[in-house]
């Protein structure tokens, strides 16, 4: 394809901790962590709190993204543990993927250092609004099932495998858009929107809102645009994204957490009744032309544009399943071979079910796996990048 990828509008270096259940352990009893004192809710504000919230997320587990007082709190949490230092963002890591599929991308950048510079493919171009080099990380906490800590009175078994995300970024926050952005978009097939969810100023957000605005007013009449939805430190935020974004997106993407937490309440994932009755709960609060909720078992797009991306969800259902099973160095053969794995039963009904009840509505069930190390960090990230290559094949087939 000539024209270009858009992927904004910021990336992140991320601590990807390696899960250590001794380490935990010695923590939780350094720290004499009780099982009434765990909460997803409480400031983090040090070692100690940071610990409680991620042992109370693996009890539940869920996954979440939570705001953290400082860097120094992730550097003093992650110097306990082995960890790699990797790229992340939605559109970084979406880029990413599209890279392993032989697709370049332009990257909208709000910081930049060397490890941004060593880690990003050649065939990744990026444009920046940094004036400084800057390093606010992420740290991304990935627990398997059945993560077991033992607490000073009692322990944390956790019911499945999940990821966090905890981070201060100044960069993120402001989310300062570059000068190149409207250029940039002139000749774009597809603009990936996601980010705003790290920002806590609302006049920022308001402003950096109509500059986004702005920029999408050089986009070709006929470019895709894709926003991903994300866990905001500040929920009240995403109404605002949503009241001056949604009339130029074209698909609007949830992960299950997200859709939970719109909806106030939990979802059966595998209940036809449950799920039906949510998917049209939310698409009253986003009335989007293509609503893309994607869980575990299944991916479902609602909305009067649902149709015309099923190949899309197809795509994004077998990127994301390969990157579970076989981690960042995911390639398209590896793509292939998920393709003769077999799919999730319950998914399958699922979808079976969504489809016939809600006029339009598309679906493709989730792959049943079991995998002994599976990758869950990024996973929504990696069906985006997915389903914008599934985008891209069907522009390039017409």
Same mark, same amino acid.
Request: with cysteine; charged share 20%; aromatic share 6%.
């Given at each position: ?55 109370a997320f693996v009890a539940s587990g869920t996954g979440a993204e939570r705001f953290v007082a400082s860097s120094d709190v992730i550097e003093d949490f992650v110097s306990h543990f082995a960890h790699e230092i990797t790229l992340g963002g939605t559109g970084v ?99 990936? #929107?996601?980010?705003?969810? /790290? !920002?806590?100023? $609302?006049?920022?957000? @308001?402003?950096?809102? %109509?500059? +986004?605005?702005? &920029? ?118 590896? #793509?292939?071979?998920?393709? /003769? !794995?077999?799919? $999730?039963?319950?998914? @399958?009904?699922?979808? %079976?079910? +969504?489809?016939? &009840? ?41």
């Amino acid at each position: 394809m000539d024209r270009k990828l858009v992927l904004g509008l910021g990336g992140t270096v991320d601590y990807e901790l390696m899960w250590d259940p001794s380490v935990f352990d010695t923590l939780a009893h350094a720290h004499g962590v009780r099982r009434h004192e765990l909460t997803t809710t409480a400031p983090i504000t040090d070692e100690r709190s940071l610990l409680v919230a991620v042992l109370a997320f693996v009890a539940s587990g869920t996954g979440a993204e939570r705001f953290v007082a400082s860097s120094d709190v992730i550097e003093d949490f992650v110097s306990h543990f082995a960890h790699e230092i990797t790229l992340g963002g939605t559109g970084v890591r979406a880029g990413l993927v599209l890279d392993a599929l032989g697709i370049p991308s332009v990257q909208h950048l709000v910081s930049i250092d060397d490890n941004v510079r060593r880690l990003l493919p050649a065939a990744i171009s990026y444009i920046c609004s940094a004036t400084e080099d800057t390093l606010d990380p992420h740290l991304i906490v990935q627990y398997p099932v059945g993560a077991h800590v033992r607490l000073t009175d009692g322990e944390v078994l956790s019911p499945a495998p999940n990821r966090l995300i905890f981070a201060n970024d100044p960069p993120n926050r402001r989310m300062l858009l570059s000068n190149d952005l409207p250029a940039t978009l002139a000749d774009a097939a597809v603009f990936l #929107v996601s980010g705003f969810n /790290t !920002m806590q100023d $609302h006049d920022l957000l @308001e402003l950096r809102l %109509a500059d +986004v605005q702005r &920029a999408m007013q050089s986009l070709p009449g006929d470019a895709l645009v894709y926003y991903e939805d994300a866990g905001f430190y500040t929920r009240d935020f995403a109404d605002t994204v949503r009241a001056r974004l949604l009339p130029r997106i074209d698909v609007y993407g949830m992960n299950e957490d997200e859709l939970q937490e719109y909806l106030g309440r939990a979802v059966n994932l595998l209940d036809r009744g449950d799920v039906i009755r949510a998917l049209r709960e939310v698409h009253t609060i986003m009335p989007a032309r293509a609503l893309v909720v994607h869980t575990r078992y299944w991916a479902i797009a609602t909305g009067p544009d649902a149709g015309r991306h099923r190949a899309a969800l197809e795509s994004a259902v077998r990127v994301a399943a390969t990157r579970y099973r076989v981690g960042d160095g995911l390639t398209a053969a590896d #793509v292939d071979d998920t393709d /003769t !794995m077999p799919r $999730h039963g319950g998914g @399958e009904s699922l979808v %079976a079910a +969504v489809e016939a &009840a809600l006029p339009g509505a598309v679906g493709v069930a989730a792959f049943s796996l079991d995998v002994a190390t599976p990758t869950t960090v990024g996973l929504g990230d990696t069906f985006v990048g997915g389903f914008l290559a599934g985008v891209v094949r069907a522009k390039e087939s017409v």
